[in-house]
């Protein structure tokens, strides 16, 4: 059970009028001013690093080899949830061939679209690095909740109550519910209320020093689910063991 301080936010989840919940907006920006400004300089500074000192050399052998494994557009592009609830267009790697189902199927595991260099991809996060020109032009952040398919953002939230909190920060590359264990598709409520529980916890409570420590557990772990990746081992971790392995990591 997770514990969080009491914020003016909260008051967002159960909406009495629209004078409170604006009250509670400005609040919320004007208490966290001099964290978002130092948040912004640090994406822009980390996220021009990475494109020039990495993707400058693996866009275009990533894109080669993409285009030799199937047809297709080497960037999937599509339409996520930003910051208060805007939408924007979402920078992968194509993981998949070209379907009709993209923008309404989330992939399941052993999913018949991914392709083979999709699958390398994806078991490794990099399909997510072209989201660092995302961040660089101000759409996403490197820590925050994970932008959401419109779709699944209104879907979630006939389930979940409060559940669009998450969006008043930007998306992140990585977030608090990521270095917690879930990653992938959302199989059912519980995956789904175990995120929002991150999620709302990590709008609650965002700092610099937080933010800092989800990029170091990232690293860390992806780092690690790599090396295992070519040690033959990735088909036996699951999530549950992937979530022990970092439980208590961030508390």
Known sequence: MIKTPISKVQSLETKP????????????????????????????I??????VLFLSWFLPLAALLIKLDSSGPVFFIQRRVGRWGRSFRC???RTMIVNEDA?????????????RVGKFLRKTNL??????????????????????MHADCNKFSEHVSGYKIR????PGITGLAQVK???????????IFHRYQFDSFYVRNANFWLDLRIIRKTAAQTIG??????RGKTDSISVREWTTSVNGSLN
């Open 17 to 44: 009028d629209a004078a409170s919940e604006t009250i509670a907006l400005r609040s919320f920006i004007a208490e966290k001013f001099s964290y978002f400004f130092l948040k912004r300089a640090f994406d822009i």
């Open 127 to 148: 399909d997510e690095f072209p989201q660092f020109f995302n961040v660089f032009l101000g759409h996403m952040s490197l820590v925050g909740p994970r932008p959401h």
């Open 103 to 115: 923008n309404v199927k989330q992939a399941s595991e052993n999913d018949a679209r991914i392709t």
């Open 181 to 191: 264990g879930f990653r992938g598709p959302t199989k059912d409520f519980e995956s």
């Open 46 to 51: 980390v996220s021009l690093l990475v494109i």
């Open 91 to 93: 920078f992968k790697f």
């Open 167 to 170: 969006n008043l920060v930007k």
């Open 225 to 230: 689910h790599i090396l295992r990746i070519f």
